[in-house]
Structures are given as C-alpha cells and as structure tokens.
T-cell receptor, first 109, second 115 residues
Framework: GQSLEQPSEVTAVEGAIVQINCTYQTSGFYGLSWYQQHDGGAPTFLSYNALDGLEETGRFSSFLSRSDSYGYLLLQELQMKDSASYFCATEAAGNKLTFGGGTRVLVKP | DTAVSQTPKYLVTQMGNDKSIKCEQNLGHDTMYWYKQDSKKFLKIMFSYNNKELIINETVPNRFSPKSPDKAHLNLHINSLELGDSAVYFC??????????????FGPGTRLTVT
C-alpha cells in the first residue's frame, strides 16, 4: 500500500523560511512530487524529485532521500501569496500519484 | 487558453439522481485522471485512462463510470448519487512516461453537492 505523512499546519511570517517534511511508505516508487493548492483552486505542480538530492526552482526547493523514504519542500522568502495547502505525492507505475493529507501554510505579516 | 477544463463548475443535486461531469484537455497529453477531494482536502485518485484505455481503477463504487471517447476527453458519470459523494472532483492530464513524470495538470474542479 501507499501512505504519506506530512504536518497538518505551519505558520510563519513574511520573509521567513518554512520546511515541510514528508515521509512515505510506498511500493514501486518512482519519485516524489509537490503541489500547491490555494483555497477554492486546483492543485498546481511545484516540483518533482526522482533522484536523491535537492532541486531548486526559484524560492522553492525540494529534497529527496530514497533510502530514508523522506523528502521536504523548502519555501524561502515567504510571501503572503504563499498561504496555501502544500501536498507531497508519491508517483508509481502508470504515473499514479498518491497524495499526502496536505500541509496548510499560513503566512502572517 | 484553458489547458484542462471541466464542466460544470458547480453541481447541486438530490440523492438518487444520475449526473455527469465532463473534462477536456488541449495539451496533447495521452493520459487523463479523475480525483476526488473530500471536505478534509484529502485528494485521492479514482481512475486514469491512457489513449482511451483504462489503466488505473481504484476502489471506487461501480456507481462511478468513466468514459473516454478520445484521448482529449474523459467524462465521469455517477449513478444513484449519495450524500457521501459530495466532494470536489478534479480532472487532470499528463504525458505517460515509463520512468515517471511527477507533473500532472489539473482542471479547475467540479464541486458536487448532494442533498
């Protein structure tokens, strides 16, 4: 089966750095994705790690350790518009995504 | 230039009715998906089709029947609607890659409310 664990909520101030951890148990693991979803909106893709290491995309970075079944999303220089839910998702055969429960990030002025 | 579109955006109906949700993508992708997001925001895959062929069929009641007339369209028909079917249904698409791709494009969602 597949299961993912991530914190339910994180609060930080503008300009701060937030790290959202994700641990997973999955069979047939291909990679770990991260998605952002604003209230009332659709999930939008942020990043994907198939190999161990850090992937950087602007203010957002994602890390994967396959041996530890662990990854994280790093949000830097937080802005008010970053207030949203963030989901990690494991990918398996057939490009099947299994999502974690989501982490609600609240950015305060 | 909408990439993945769904209709309707909102759907309010009574228990026992039958309803359909339509999805279209203009990205040229060969794989499309249906997801259900419940009130706690838990997002779970229901089905996926690759070139009109069903490749993922999760444990979903058989009241839910997907149909893919071509690779750009994936519709979801729901029979005998129940209160527990109330959720937001998202359609998504991607290009199937054997080595994994991680990125799927989601439609705006259809909020289904069963009363």
């Amino acid at each position: 089966g597949q299961s993912l664990e991530q914190p339910s909520e994180v609060t930080a101030v503008e300009g701060a750095i937030v790290q959202i951890n994700c641990t997973y148990q999955t069979s047939g693991f291909y990679g770990l994705s991260w998605y952002q979803q604003h209230d009332g909106g659709a999930p939008t893709f942020l990043s994907y790690n198939a190999l161990d290491g850090l992937e950087e995309t602007g203010r957002f970075s994602s890390f994967l350790s396959r041996s530890d079944s662990y990854g994280y999303l790093l949000l830097q220089e937080l802005q008010m518009k970053d207030s949203a839910s963030y989901f990690c998702a494991t990918e398996a055969a057939g490009n099947k995504l299994t999502f974690g429960g989501g982490t609600r990030v609240l950015v305060k002025p | 230039d909408t990439a993945v579109s769904q209709t309707p955006k909102y759907l309010v109906t009574q228990m026992g009715n039958d309803k359909s949700i339509k999805c279209e993508q203009n990205l040229g992708h060969d794989t499309m998906y249906w997801y259900k997001q419940d009130s706690k925001k838990f997002l779970k895959i229901m089905f996926s089709y690759n070139n009109k062929e069903l490749i993922i069929n999760e444990t979903v009641p058989n009241r839910f029947s997907p149909k893919s007339p071509d690779k750009a369209h994936l519709n979801l028909h729901i029979n005998s609607l129940e209160l527990g079917d109330s959720a937001v249904y998202f359609c998504a698409s991607s290009q199937l890659r054997l080595a994994g791709v991680g990125e799927q494009y989601f439609g705006p969602g259809t909020r289904l409310t069963v009363t």
